[in-house]
């Protein structure tokens, strides 16, 4: 388990040593920060302040300077926790991204104040008695498990957490509400800072719950955000989360007139008056940025122009050599400020340094010895005192520290490990670039067997994912390939999603044609984390090279599951008779192979398949025998499902009696189990069966309780889903007015998800509210973007029912002159239903079509097209009865 690197803030933590001037030129930045806490003390909701700048601008000095002022001020003095998101990789190489949910677990870790030598025993006992204080016990055991995925501490399962152990879409909502709740009760205590370092380098699964708690947080909690200016480019619409409770703050470049007093300043400890010489270099060469202000001074300190004239001295002095300072090149950009620092190194120091380098960003003292003994002799007899090597090193790191070029860490990752870490990484990256390229690898080899020998290497992601580099790095692939797949799983147990798919990627990648057993696993796993991705042609070519694995190893359950797998995304598109061709025969792969779930799972799906098509009783019919295998298996959350899927069923069979029973039976379990989703979901569908009642009240009523509950655990999907529905009831109350505004929220929440296919069923229902409220030209645009839509990903069934709505919105009049091309937009989606054997939506367009050219005058004097119109009406019309007369008998 990695220890806290931090606990609350203070001097040490951002680095004393660049401190010393006082903060120039931020006084407005300053006052936002100072007005966002003083908001957050008055309300009852969070504040964030995001502060973007280059390298060097001064957002850790000025979060600093921040924290000092309030704890120094009148007003209630906060907690304050910090964490920082970190890279890995190095110049040569683009920088890899943090482990997932990286920068939250190292900031948990100084919320819960985990220190080096502690034993998992006593880590677990200090969580649970701080989420216990935090949260007055309610429920610690699930926030607990949670909490503990993020900071590498496990804790013993409970019935929700045995429940989503395998499924991450239904755990990372969970994750998020868990997470939300434990910082909003924390604060119920008093006001808490969090502050948030080096966004640049966090991951996705990161910043998502990042936008989560921006803007839901209820609390009284200060959010401080920090990263490069490039980040919010890299991260389209984080700086509207939070709506107006986020505020976005740039640290442009100093004024030259600030420039040159901050650049007085960090020259105070010189002797007599500070040269003027020196202070238009450094602002010269600065460019108005205050990290390479500083980064001038020590340059100025490793050419010899400025000398300590006591090194012992409590307050420094520094001696000018004015003769020196004509003769040396000085700096006039970063880079040679940079390189000035590197000439500096005497042999020793400049080894060490190479070494780090190769280690990362962040190093070990006993990686660090590893390389020094790289390809040494080993003394005849080794004894244990013998530490003069390693006293040598640890010397030659005092001085580093010393001279300002890193940093020693309060807490190491490794137990009995000491850690440092770059102070400025242009100068690790310089060090980097200037190391060979043979040299390197020898580095990354003895590097990777170093780590591999530290206990918990390959249950922690971020230092999976390490020895996966190096290993790569290395040039040992199929290695660096199983370290990649284990960093993978353990990211997709921690639901996040994202991050484990580019492990499984590269892991993949590397692994070639090498162990398929374990190249078929995780092709499973990747497939899954693709499809929740929504990158459905990745996830389908994942789940058919897995099959063919399987079937050349002849693995009847793998096969299975592969083809259900694909038949699932087949059934997605609307490819129903590919969807079926698969899930059959996964179906009869399970059989053989005598894996019940996988069989009830078999049935479940063709049954859904079936209610796609229209065919309800044989539907039915495989869903029932779904729901008796689970009832024997005793898998309450998947009985909940077979229960709701059957009363999809009857709902659309008209049965409405026996549709509410099976969906009440389903929410129930579903509220005993505490399954959120499957909550939102059930909500949602009795909203649907109250609104074919025409009970719209109580569908609305249905509807908001699912919002509430997708809001609590922050499912921005099924957020957007219970929009829609609302807006819908709205609309068939005729509220046209809530209906438009309530789906414009559905639609742009869709368009944040970035999710097209509920983005184009969010449109067309806008679109239909618009044609309610006579607001053709917008109906005519949204129907337009939602046809186009449903185009891209692929869905048949819903481009049908769309190009009815198209029918309908043409029929009305949206583009004048146009009403025949309304018969058009019927015929092709009649002809769709056809081919994909949706026979009830067939009647639907059916039933559109007739209607359309009864009232059209149009086609008032058209004798085939009426009697065609006619004819249609009287098929959907037995359609209609036929599913009715099958529900009552069946």
Same mark, same amino acid.
């Given at each position: ?256 007139? *600030?420039?040159? /007093? =901050?650049?007085? $300043? !960090? ?5 007599? +008056?500070?040269?003027?010489? &020196?202070?238009? @270099? ?106 003069? *090597?390693?006293? /040598? =090193?640890?010397? $030659? !790191? ?5 001279? +300002?070029?890193?940093?020693? &860490?309060?807490? @190491? ?126 996830? &389908? ?350």
């Amino acid at each position: 388990m990695e220890t806290a690197r931090m606990g609350e803030i203070d001097t040490a933590i951002f680095g004393a040593h660049d401190l010393a001037a006082s903060l120039i030129g931020r006084e407005a930045e300053l006052a936002e920060l100072h007005a966002a806490y003083e908001a957050v003390l008055t309300g009852a909701e969070s504040r964030t302040i995001t502060l973007v700048g280059e390298n060097g601008s001064g957002k850790s000095r000025l979060i600093h300077e921040f924290v000092r002022q309030v704890r120094a001020g009148p007003l209630r003095v906060p907690r304050v926790y910090r964490g920082r998101a970190r890279r890995r990789g190095n110049q040569r190489e683009r920088a890899t991204g943090d482990a997932s949910y990286g920068v939250f677990a190292r900031l948990l870790r100084a919320r819960f104040g985990l220190v080096e030598g502690m034993t998992p025993d006593q880590a677990q006992q200090q969580v649970r008695e701080q989420v216990a204080t935090a949260l007055g016990d309610r429920k610690v055991g699930d926030v607990c498990h949670f909490l503990g995925q993020l900071i590498d501490l496990p804790f013993a399962e409970s019935p929700l957490t045995q429940a989503v152990a395998n499924d991450p879409l239904q755990a990372r909502p969970i994750l998020r509400a868990i997470v939300r709740r434990f910082f909003e009760g924390d604060a119920s205590h008093g006001p808490v800072c969090l502050v948030f370092d080096d966004l640049h380098f966090a991951d996705d699964d990161s910043i998502d719950l990042l936008k989560f708690l921006t803007h839901n947080l209820q609390a009284k909690l200060l959010l401080i955000c920090s990263a490069r200016a490039e980040f919010l480019r890299q991260h389209d619409g984080f700086h509207r989360a939070g709506d107006e409770r986020h505020r976005v703050v740039e640290l442009g470049a100093l004024s030259p007139e *600030d420039s040159a /007093e =901050l650049m007085h $300043a !960090l020259l105070a400890p010189c002797e007599g +008056d500070v040269p003027q010489a &020196l202070i238009d @270099a450094g602002v010269k060469a600065a460019s108005g940025n205050p990290g390479q202000l500083t980064q001038m001074v020590r340059a100025f300190h490793d050419s010899g122009v400025l000398e300590e004239r006591d090194a012992l001295s409590v307050k420094p002095v520094w001696r000018v050599d004015l003769k020196r300072l004509h003769s040396v090149r000085l700096p006039v950009t970063m880079e040679d400020a940079v390189g000035i620092r590197i000439a500096a190194l005497g042999p020793k120091e400049r080894r060490v340094l190479e070494h780090a380098a190769a280690m990362g960003n962040v190093f070990w003292l006993g990686g660090l010895l590893a390389l020094r003994r790289m390809g040494l002799e080993p003394p005849e007899i080794w004894r244990d005192n013998d530490t003069a *090597d390693l006293d /040598e =090193l640890k010397e $030659a !790191l005092v001085s580093l520290v010393q001279r +300002d070029y890193i940093l020693e &860490l309060e807490g @190491a990752a490794f137990r009995n490990e000491i850690e440092y870490v770059f102070k400025q990484n242009l100068e690790r990256e310089k060090i980097a670039g200037l190391t060979s390229a043979a040299a390197s690898r020898r580095y990354h080899q003895t590097i990777a067997d170093w780590l591999v020998q530290n206990a918990n290497i390959r249950s922690q992601e971020e230092y999976a994912a390490v020895l996966a580099e190096h290993l790569e790095k290395a040039g040992s692939l199929t290695r660096s390939a199983f370290a990649y797949l284990e960093a993978g799983d353990i990211a997709r147990q921690n639901y996040a999603a994202r991050q484990a798919s580019q492990y499984y990627a590269k892991g993949l990648e590397l692994l070639g044609d090498d162990d398929a057993r374990r190249r078929i696993d995780a092709l499973h796993n990747h497939g899954d984390v693709l499809q929740l991705l929504g990158k459905i042609d990745e996830a &389908l070519a994942a789940f058919r090279q897995m099959l063919n694995i399987a079937y050349r190893l002849n693995l009847r359950a793998k096969g299975g599951a592969a083809h259900n797998r694909i038949g699932r995304l087949f059934r997605q598109t609307g490819s129903l008779d590919e969807a079926r061709e698969h899930l059959e025969a996964g179906r009869l792969l399970f059989e053989a192979a005598e894996d019940v779930r996988g069989v009830a799972a078999s049935h479940d799906d063709l049954g859904r398949l079936l209610w796609v098509k229209g065919e309800y009783e044989e539907a039915l019919a495989e869903m029932r025998k779904a729901l008796d295998m689970r009832r024997e298996i005793g898998d309450r959350r998947s009985i909940a499902l077979s229960l709701n899927n059957i009363g999809m069923v009857w709902m659309d069979f008209g049965q409405a009696r026996k549709a509410k029973e099976a969906l009440e039976a389903a929410l129930a379990i579903r509220r005993e189990v505490d399954d959120p989703i499957g909550i939102v979901q059930s909500l949602n569908t009795l909203g649907k069966l109250a609104q074919d009642q025409q009970a719209h009240s109580q569908a609305l009523a249905h509807y908001r309780e699912a919002y509430a509950v997708a809001q609590e655990i922050g499912e921005r999907n099924r957020i957007a889903t219970a929009l829609a529905n609302i807006g819908t009831a709205y609309q068939h109350m005729g509220n046209t007015e809530e209906a438009v505004r309530t789906l414009s929220q559905a639609v742009e929440a869709c368009e944040e998800l970035g999710d097209k296919l509920a983005l184009a069923s969010a449109t067309r229902a806008l679109a239909k509210a618009h044609l309610q409220a006579g607001e053709l030209k917008s109906a005519r645009s949204c129907i337009r973007q939602a046809v186009d839509l449903f185009g891209q990903v692929r869905s048949k069934p819903h481009l049908a029912i769309a190009l009815r709505t198209l029918g309908e919105i043409t029929g009305a009049g949206a583009w004048e002159g146009h009403e025949g091309k309304a018969v058009d937009y019927f015929m092709r989606s009649i002809a769709i239903f056809k081919e994909t054997g949706n026979e009830f939506e067939l009647a639907k367009s059916y039933q559109a079509f007739s209607d359309y050219v009864a009232s059209s005058e149009h086609y008032r004097n058209n004798s085939d097209i009426q009697r065609e119109a006619v004819k249609l009406k009287e098929i959907a019309k037995e359609i209609f009865e036929r599913h009715r007369i099958s529900a009552a008998e069946s």
